[in-house]
């Protein structure tokens, strides 16, 4: 059976190169993981550098060290703009952004690898098209903060289209008020099959447990 996974996300500016001063940094996917690089324009790298993660919001995801080239590796662990950011010496900051569907393909090419067929939706109305088309079980990993409808407005149209019952549910959120706005999602969503919240961040290893506990649902789902 192929299992459908749509990711739903919140998008930001396209990641450009950071230039700060003479720092020159930028980063780009790497596989399953986010790779970046830290220098100077005269050629000197930054090396065994903190490089801090954080969401749009500002909450910390995560952090990494540069190695001796001045390279990184990050493994992100939901599908959420990421801001990397080094504080170097002589005041000097570099700060890279990877947007959030940059991110959530990562993530989807993890899925892909176990059989799943995922779509990415970077708005609320981009989610609620895709869910309509859906005729087979599919799991739905809906972020709260999305433009065009966001999570919340979102869920209410999808549990109200005739297929509705067809789909898993896995909110993601984070940041303040965490436990009100899954509260109130879940309230919105009640007449729909969903499962555990997803908060941020969430860590590759729970990412496929969740995605084997899903497989599970989904067949149960379409034998019903």
């Known amino acids: 059976m192929i299992r459908a996974l749509i990711l739903s996300l919140a998008l930001t500016l396209p990641a450009l190169p950071a230039l700060a001063h003479n720092v020159i940094s930028s980063v780009f996917p790497a596989g399953s993981d986010i790779e970046g690089e830290i220098g100077f324009s005269n050629?000197?790298?930054?090396?065994?550098?903190?490089?801090?993660?954080?969401?749009?919001?500002?909450?910390?995801?995560?952090?990494?060290?540069?190695?001796?080239?001045?390279?990184?590796?990050?493994?992100?662990?939901?599908?959420?703009?990421?801001?990397?950011?080094?504080?170097?010496?002589?005041?000097?900051?570099?700060?890279?952004?990877?947007?959030?569907?940059?991110?959530?393909?990562?993530?989807?090419?993890?899925?892909?690898?176990?059989?799943?067929?995922?779509?990415?939706?970077?708005?609320?109305?981009?989610l609620c098209e895709a869910a309509?088309?859906?005729?087979?079980?599919?799991?739905?990993?809906?972020?709260?903060?999305?433009?065009?409808?966001?999570?919340?407005?979102?869920?209410?149209?999808?549990?109200?289209?005739?297929?509705?019952?067809?789909?898993?549910?896995?909110?993601?959120?984070?940041?303040?008020?965490?436990?009100a706005v899954a509260a109130r999602m879940i309230a919105n969503a009640r007449d729909m099959n969903c499962g555990v919240n997803l908060y941020k961040p969430v860590s590759m290893a729970t990412f496929n447990e969740v995605l084997t506990r899903e497989e599970d649902e989904l067949a149960r789902l379409a034998e019903s």
Request: glycine letters at 10%; a negative charge.
């Open 43 to 126: 050629g000197e790298m930054a090396t065994e550098q903190l490089v801090e993660v954080f969401d749009e919001a500002g909450t910390k995801l995560g952090e990494t060290l540069t190695d001796g080239d001045g390279f990184f590796l990050y493994t992100p662990t939901a599908p959420v703009t990421h801001v990397f950011r080094a504080n170097l010496w002589a005041g000097h900051v570099a700060e890279m952004t990877m947007p959030a569907d940059e991110v959530a393909a990562i993530l989807g090419r993890v899925a892909e690898r176990r059989g799943w067929k995922v779509h990415v939706c970077a708005t609320g109305r981009a």
């Open 132 to 179: 309509a088309t859906l005729t087979a079980p599919a799991l739905l990993v809906v972020d709260v903060n999305m433009p065009e409808g966001n999570g919340i407005d979102a869920i209410e149209k999808i549990a109200r289209m005739p297929n509705s019952r067809r789909f898993r549910v896995r909110f993601l959120t984070g940041g303040p008020d965490v436990s």
